[in-house]
């Protein structure tokens, strides 16, 4: 009995030592091995996941959205950035809204926005724990205050004008849809009013015909903070004092003799002029086309073809070649700006040898200009400016002539003269005239279908280029509509793409499947 009872334990020990043995011998294959080591490796990277999140957490939030929409609504232009890295005053701004409730498309770009700039202060004003603040700063909820305490000057920019909404679906469906985000052009524009004193006046001509500006337009003028008045010269003895720049926009009537001398005077004294021909002949103005030639400018017959530069074959809606510099080249980059129906310029001798005319938009050589009985090849001018200075040299010669009828002897009185010459012409103005020969530059058929062309850059660095220290500051929204990417009409690719891709990789992966089987 003994005997057995040894021979188990024996056993026992025997099976137990082999057991631990098994055990330790299971720990050392290489599949454990294996095992071990990935379980190491996805703990580390679980581990430096969690620290880079933690990290990343303590950055700004304005540096933690990336915008890779199509849309782009969380870019901001060079534009904006070198305004907001230029200012020189306190820029505070009160929201005044909920901030949980907000659209988070609003606070991600503002906060965005304002980390550009250390000069800007951003304050989220609960209006509902705080109805007074709407009071205090007379406005309503879901809006922006935007202040300078500097020039003292305060604006409003409202959500609504942030996220313009469909009022098409709104009313007519029930359904709250969004077509535009303008957060960049609204507060560019509003931090560019209370931050500067500069303001201008625009006067638009009337009655001759005149068409309206778009939508389009008057929106980009209202964000470079520019006054839009019409005026009817007819009805006024003189031009307005506070006119920094006369517009007339595709007039299909000619001026009167009255009308005439007045721009003419307006010029001479060192104004600023800027015209977009019509959809009309030139000879149909005279009047008009007569102070276009004083300062160098002629009308070409017909309308500008142009097989070289034209839009999908059409030979008559054509790409001008651009070459602007200075004020006019700012913020253009594909040089693509598209003409209907445009009738040609030639530039010609000015009435006086202080104008000086320069083309900043012509055709290519290969165009034509079309009547009913001719087609005449050249390149022509569909954009120029012209330029003189006026009232120093003439003060200096009235003012020499002058002293020398009154005393031609006394050297005293020559020296006063020359001095008072010398202040004459520091005080001298330069007129500009700027013509453009399409009116369809800025229509809204062109501007609205091809929003990626550059028409409305183009027309408002001509008009930002007749003021001095003033910089086009005006942005337009961006889409929100859905881009797709389909393929219409894709023949053999759409089959590849749909069948050839899908069936490459299942048979390589039976291919592989298959040879391990066999191995």
């Known amino acids: 009995m003994k005997k057995l009872l040894k021979t188990i334990n024996s056993n026992s020990e025997k099976g137990g ?40 957490g303590q950055f700004p939030e304005a540096f933690r959205s990336i915008d890779v929409s199509s849309t782009g609504i969380y870019d901001i232009s060079d534009t904006s950035v070198e305004l907001l890295e230029g ?107 209370v931050a500067n004193d500069v303001e ?11 068409s309206q500006l778009s939508a389009t337009i008057t929106d980009l003028m209202e964000k470079n903070n520019y006054n839009l008045s019409e005026l009817n010269l007819l009805m006024t003895t003189e031009m307005p004092e506070d006119c920094d720049l006369l517009l007339m926009y595709a007039p299909t009537a000619d001026l009167s003799e009255e009308e005439t001398q007045m721009l003419t005077d307006y010029l001479s004294g060192g104004g600023k002029v800027m015209i977009l021909l019509g959809d009309t002949n030139a000879t149909e ?18 309308y500008i073809a142009d097989p070289e ?39 010609t001798d000015p009435a006086r040898d202080t104008i000086s005319t320069t083309p900043f938009m012509t055709s290519s050589d290969q165009a034509y200009a079309v009547t009913e009985n001719s087609q005449e090849q050249g390149t022509y001018t569909l954009g120029a400016v012209a330029e003189e200075t006026v009232g120093g040299e003439e003060s200096e010669d009235t003012e020499s ?60 660095n001509a008009v930002t280029a007749n003021f001095e220290g003033v910089q086009n500051l005006s942005i337009e929204a961006k889409s929100l509509s859905v881009e797709y990417n389909t393929v219409q009409h894709g023949g053999l690719f759409s089959l590849l793409m749909i069948f050839g891709i899908p069936a490459a990789i299942l048979i390589s992966g039976f291919v592989v499947w298959f040879r391990r089987r066999k191995a």
């Open 17 to 56: 030592a082999r057991e631990g043995r098994s055990i330790k011998e299971r720990f050392r294959t290489a599949g454990t091995k294996h095992g071990t080591y990935s379980v190491g490796i996805t703990v580390l990277v679980i581990a430096v996941v969690i620290i880079a999140n933690l990290i990343v």
């Open 87 to 193: 200012l020189d005053r306190e820029i505070d701004m009160k929201v005044l809204a909920v901030k949980d409730e907000t659209d988070e498309r609003i606070t991600t770009f503002l906060n965005k926005y304002a980390a550009l700039s250390d000069r800007i202060t951003v304050e989220w004003i609960d209006p509902v724990l705080h109805p007074s603040a709407l009071t205090e700063y007379d406005t309503t909820e879901n809006t922006i205050v935007v202040s300078c305490e500097e020039t003292g000057k305060t604006t409003t920019v409202s959500f609504g004008d942030i996220l313009v909404m469909d009022e098409y679906s709104y009313y007519y469906y029930g359904t709250t849809s969004y077509t535009e985000f303008d957060g960049e052009g609204q507060l560019t524009s509003a931090i560019n009013y």
């Open 200 to 210: 201008k006046t625009i006067y638009q001509t009337t009655g001759h015909g005149e």
């Open 285 to 302: 103005l005279p009047n008009l086309e007569g102070i276009l030639e004083e300062y160098g400018i002629t009308a070409a017959d017909g």
């Open 309 to 347: 530069r034209a839009y999908q074959g059409n030979y008559y809606y054509i790409f001008p070649e651009l070459s602007v510099s200075g004020d006019l080249a700012e913020g253009i980059s594909s040089q693509m700006v598209l003409l209907t129906n445009t009738h040609g310029m030639n530039l």
């Open 401 to 460: 002539t002058e002293s020398g009828t009154e005393d031609t002897e006394d050297a005293d009185s020559e020296e006063t003269d020359s001095e008072d010459s010398e202040g004459g012409s520091e005080e001298s103005a330069q007129s500009r005239l700027t013509v453009i020969s399409a009116g369809s530059l800025i229509s809204q058929e062109i501007t609205d279908t091809f929003p990626q062309l550059e028409n409305t850059q183009l027309f408002m």
